[in-house]
T-cell receptor, first 111, second 115 residues
Framework: DQQVKQNSPSLSVQEGRISILNCDYT??????FLWYKKYPAEGPTFLIS?????DKNEDGRFTVFLNKSAKHLSLHIVPSQPGDSAVYFC??????????FGQGTELSVKP | DAGVIQSPRHEVTEMGQEVTLRCKPISGHDYLFWYRQTMMRGLELLIY????????DSGMPEDRFSAKMPNASFSTLKIQPSEPRDSAVYFC?????????????FGPGTRLTVT
C-alpha cells in the first residue's frame, strides 16, 4: 500500500500562471517532507523540504504547504516557467533517513 | 565531484539472464540507497546501506534480487534470474549527513529492459 500518494499523474499549466502539485500521506509519524524534481534521462534532484513542525516553507518561486490534520502537502510554483516542466516527486522521511516516494506528477508548462 | 555514477545507463537482456547494476556514490557519503522507478508505483526504495552495511532491505522484491557494498565507493544490485516485470529504471542515491539523510543525491539511473 502506498503511504505517499500523488493522485494526479499529470498537470498542464500556462507559462506565468501558478502550478499546484498535491500529495497525500497516511503515516502521521513522518517528520519531514520533500519534493524532488526529475528531468528525462536524469536522476531526481532535491527541490525543497518542510519539517512536520512547520506549515509553510518558501524558496524563491517554490513554496511547500503542509496540512498535518489533512495529511496533505502541496507544492506551489509561481510564476511557472517552461523550464519547470518535469516530473515532481513528493517524499516523506521515515526512520534512518529512509525516503518514501509518491508516484510522481508530470508537470508541463506551456509557453 | 562527479556526482553519483551508475553503469550501465541502459541494459537490455533476455528473461532468465543475470543482470548486475553498478553504483559509485559521492566520495564521503556514508549512506547509499537503491531505488526502482515504475509508472505504477513511482520510486520505490529497495535497500539502503550505512557504512557499507545493509540497514533495511525490506523493499527488495524477492530472493532474485541481491545487493552488496564491498567498500565505501562501490555497490552492486544483482537480479538473477531476470524477468520481464523487472523492467524499470533503477536509481542509486547517496548522502553524507545522517541528520539530513533525507536530502539524497541521485545518479542518472540504469534503464533495464528484460525481454
Amino acid at each position: 500500500d502506498q503511504q505517499v500518494k500523488q493522485n494526479s499523474p499529470s498537470l498542464s499549466v500556462q507559462e506565468g500562471r501558478i502550478s499546484i502539485l498535491n500529495c497525500d500521506y497516511t503515516n502521521s509519524m513522518f517528520d519531514y517532507f520533500l519534493w524532488y524534481k526529475k528531468y528525462p534521462a536524469e536522476g531526481p534532484t532535491f527541490l525543497i523540504s518542510i519539517s512536520s513542525i512547520k506549515d509553510k516553507n518558501e524558496d524563491g518561486r517554490f513554496t511547500v504547504f503542509l496540512n498535518k490534520s489533512a495529511k496533505h502537502l502541496s507544492l506551489h510554483i509561481v510564476p511557472s516557467q517552461p523550464g519547470d516542466s518535469a516530473v515532481y516527486f513528493c517524499a516523506a522521511s521515515a526512520e534512518g533517513g529512509k525516503l518514501i516516494f509518491g508516484q510522481g506528477t508530470e508537470l508541463s508548462v506551456k509557453p | 565531484d562527479a556526482g553519483v555514477i551508475q553503469s550501465p545507463r541502459h541494459e537490455v537482456t533476455e528473461m532468465g539472464q543475470e543482470v548486475t547494476l553498478r553504483c559509485k556514490p559521492i566520495s564521503g557519503h556514508d549512506y547509499l540507497f537503491w531505488y526502482r522507478q515504475t509508472m505504477m508505483r513511482g520510486l520505490e526504495l529497495l535497500i539502503y546501506f550505512n557504512n557499507n552495511v545493509p540497514i533495511d532491505d525490506s523493499g527488495m522484491p524477492e530472493d532474485r534480487f541481491s545487493a552488496k557494498m564491498p567498500n565505501a565507493s562501490f555497490s552492486t544490485l544483482k537480479i538473477q534470474p531476470s524477468e520481464p516485470r523487472d523492467s524499470a529504471v533503477y536509481f542509486c542515491a547517496s548522502t553524507e549527513d545522517p541528520d539530513r539523510a533525507y536530502e539524497q543525491y541521485f545518479g542518472p539511473g540504469t534503464r533495464l529492459t528484460v525481454t
